[in-house]
């Protein structure tokens, strides 16, 4: 599709960039962005907002689902990269290393239960391929099941987990081993692990892509139990929902349960630096006692990630940023209670600590709110696979003004998307 029309009214520099990225990278996102409303090409950034390059400034609800978790360029993790390269690079990753091996530690002091052992990855996805291959390993069976409203990455294994549409359009979903069970349903969950050849149950806390639905209260608690009568592993993927975000630092912890292992990405690099792990129990990682290069990864646990991630850790595990999370928890959603109580289009409010996802009554509400809002000056994404949801993700450094201003955006959409 030519792209002109669109983009005559902007900058030369814009323009630049949306022919140059068009040509050369990503076609089809520069059009479907165009063709919606959306035309950003992010340039200044921080704390939580952002502002394109033809200067519309956007308070930040995306935060990349969590990677900007403490805003962008926190000014004492972006001191911590540059006081880093005075001394450290990426490392070497054949070699134990003091950053790497402090940044283990914290995790496994950091994790409930028996959670030890923590493999460094450049991503949420390769991690979660690690974990499919570890849980093979553990348990000497191949089947691996999901949530079918679930996303665990684009990597091979991890791309085959869960909602699997794009790894049937790479004939990647390599179906007889990847399985996908309805989520918040304990009966269809018993059926698909009693044949006790199911290596690994990965769950995602709350499926963020469908817009964060909440399980029913026991229904962990029950997960881990069926996984535990039939020798099934389970895995908390927490790249979205971990990090604090929750009001407890992993999601899994609001339900009282501890997984065999763990992921974490996005926000542990504090945006700075792209770092992804997987954190397991001594038992389930038994490998790497006997095998020390059964997954090599020349960036996986960068030094300079890992120095990163240390400071990105001690902010949010601070007791401060935890009490501000629950004051924020508390103070957003009275805001939006308000605003639904006077607009019936928005019928749904999701919640759990910050994460949230605002339910509007049209089934692609969720995209009309977030263009909407991309108007207003706020930018938060809609649920990929179920478009009446918008996520609504607020940062955990947020203050109340910043949570007033986006409630005044909020309505000043609802009104636009109301009327028209
Ligand atoms: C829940 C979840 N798991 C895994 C991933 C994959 O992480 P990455 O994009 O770092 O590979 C994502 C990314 O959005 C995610 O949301």
Redesign the pocket.
């Known amino acids: 599709m030519p792209i002109d029309a669109h983009i005559k009214n902007m900058s030369a520099r814009k323009q630049a960039v949306l022919r140059t990225s068009h040509e050369y990278g990503m076609p089809n996102r520069v059009e479907t962005w165009l063709g919606a409303g959306v035309p950003m090409v992010i340039g200044r950034r921080e704390g939580y907002r952002i502002w394109d390059i033809d200067g519309h400034e956007l308070q930040d609800f995306h935060i990349?689902?969590?990677t900007y978790n403490l805003g962008h360029r926190h000014p004492e993790c972006v001191a911590q990269l540059i006081q880093g390269l005075e001394t450290l690079d990426v490392g070497n990753h054949h070699f134990p290393s003091e950053v790497r091996g402090k940044l283990s530690k914290m995790l496994a002091e950091r994790a409930p239960g028996d959670l030890h052992y923590t493999v460094f990855t450049?991503?949420?996805?390769?991690?979660?391929d690690v974990a499919i291959k570890t849980a093979r390993k553990a348990t000497g069976r191949r089947k691996i099941v999901a949530f079918d409203i679930?996303?665990?990455?684009?990597?091979g294994f991890?791309g085959a987990v869960g909602e699997n549409t794009n790894a049937k359009y790479f004939g990647s979903a390599f179906e007889q081993d990847f399985l996908q069970v309805p989520y918040n349903d304990i009966d269809a969950l018993d059926t698909m692990l009693k044949s006790e050849d199911v290596a690994l149950l990965m769950v995602?806390t709350l499926?963020?892509?469908f817009g964060f639905p909440l399980p029913d209260a026991d229904y962990y608690a029950q997960v881990r139990q069926l996984c535990d009568r039939y020798g099934t592993l389970l895995l908390a993927?927490?790249?979205?929902?971990g990090m604090m975000r929750s009001g407890k630092l992993w999601a899994f912890e609001n339900y009282g349960i501890v997984p065999d292992m763990m992921?974490t990405?996005?926000g542990l690099g504090a945006g700075l630096y792209?770092m992804?792990a997987l954190v397991m129990s001594k038992k389930v990682g038994a490998w790497l006692e006997e095998n020390g290069w059964g997954y090599v990864s020349t960036f996986g646990g960068s030094e300079l990630g890992c120095h990163v991630a240390l400071k990105a850790l001690e902010i949010t595990t601070a007791q401060s940023t935890q009490d501000n999370v629950a004051d924020l928890t508390i103070y957003m959603r009275q805001g939006l209670d308000k605003l639904r109580a006077r607009y019936p289009f928005f019928c749904d409010i999701r919640q759990l600590g910050v994460i949230f996802a605002l339910g509007f009554d049209d089934k692609m509400g969720g995209m009309q709110m977030s263009v909407a809002l991309y108007q207003e000056g706020l930018w938060a994404m809609f649920a990929g696979y179920d478009r009446r949801y918008l996520q609504f993700k607020l940062g955990i450094l947020a203050n109340h003004a910043f949570c007033d201003e986006a409630l005044n955006k909020l309505e000043a959409a609802l009104q636009n998307v109301s009327s028209s």
């Open positions: 990349n689902g969590g450049p991503s949420g996805s390769e991690a979660n679930a996303y665990h990455g684009h990597s991890s995602e499926p963020a892509t993927d927490e790249v979205q929902t992921v990405g996005k792209p992804g």
